[in-house]
């Protein structure tokens, strides 16, 4: 692993250091700071000539801000000869928006992928893409991980009686699906709809919930609504009670506060962002560990599809 070096921008240095550790390596020399005017500026300072070099930033927020510094470092590798460049991003912002789904509208994820080509990077180290045809907007190698073997086996750590996987709508049946499988354990659905950009309202429950104890399983925690007014929806319909499990913790507002110990047992969610203290009633477990080991693989260009679920 010589001739690999892993390089962290400022978004979750705490992940990148973990990442760098299960590989037995320190993390590479790299300088970032800031113009007085809030311009975004570094110097790579040892030499990356011909090596294989990895780049950690989830574009979390402050996401402007982070993908931003992801496009430069990329541009500042660029021009210093590394052999090979990858964007390692744990949590891949601006996803939501992949598609018109009304007239005159922006579809950020494939600007963002075109961003990262155009700046430098060769190929593309990710988990939980909002959506999996994501990939299909790089004309790149994209490795896309989930988060999925290390929250189900905590789950079944848990040894969770008359367990009943959620998919808090319909996009999520597939992932749902998955973990139910995974989990021995049954299946409903939420009937989601968007009322507004950050509102959203719950109509039915597909499926049987009664006296089930409820995991609510999606790719990310924004507001908190989604989760919230699941969980009123599955507890209305007879659920024991409510576990909410998401690998990507963007975390808007006083979410501590809306997802209270009241509503749910458990919240379940992963290192892909930086969170700051959490009631004790929040997990998180770490992936970087499975992160790790993707890099490994692409390093040594061994299969990385075992990783996958
Ligand atoms: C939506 O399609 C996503 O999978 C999440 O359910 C949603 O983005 C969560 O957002 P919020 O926590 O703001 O409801």
């Known amino acids: 692993m010589n001739d690999c070096l892993i390089f962290s921008g400022n ?74 460049v990858t964007a390692v991003l744990p949590y891949y912002g601006y996803a939501r928006q992949d ?38 907007f790089f004309d790149i190698p994209v490795d896309h991980l989930f988060a999925a073997p290390v929250i189900v086996d905590y789950l079944k750590s848990k040894n969770i009686k008359n367990p009943v996987v959620v998919a808090p709508d319909v996009g999520g049946v597939k992932t749902a699906r ?43 925690i924004s507001t908190g609504n989604t989760m919230v007014e699941a969980a009123y929806k599955l507890l209305d319909e007879g659920a024991a009670s409510v576990y909410g499990a998401c690998t990507h913790a963007v975390f808007s507002g006083d979410i501590a506060q809306k997802l209270n110990a009241s509503l749910f047992k458990e919240v379940i969610i992963t290192d892909t962002i930086s969170t700051s203290s959490l009631p004790s009633h929040f997990v998180k477990l770490s992936v970087s560990g499975l992160l790790a080991e993707a890099i490994r693989r692409i390093h040594l260009e061994t299969s990385v599809s075992s990783l996958f679920i």
């Open 178 to 220: 998955a973990f139910a499988k995974r989990l021995n354990a049954g299946l409903a659905i939420v009937d989601k709809r968007r009322i507004g950009p950050d509102q959203v309202e719950t109509v039915h429950v597909i499926g049987d919930v009664k006296n089930c104890e409820a995991i609510i399983i999606d790719d990310l």
């Open 11 to 84: 978004a979750n240095p705490e992940l990148s250091r973990k990442i760098a550790e299960h590989l037995g390596k320190g993390l590479g020399k790299i300088n970032i700071y800031r113009f007085i005017d809030g311009e975004i500026c570094l110097q790579i300072e040892e030499n990356v000539r011909g090596k294989d070099v990895f780049i950690i930033q989830p574009t979390c927020p402050p996401v402007n801000e982070n993908l931003m510094e992801l496009l430069i470092t990329l541009d500042a590798f660029r021009r210093a000869s590394p052999r090979r």
């Open 99 to 136: 598609r018109k789904d009304k007239p005159r509208v922006p579809i950020t994820a494939k600007l963002v992928a075109n961003l990262l080509v155009s700046a430098g990077a060769d190929r593309i180290l990710t988990m939980d893409l909002h959506t999996p045809q994501i990939q299909g």
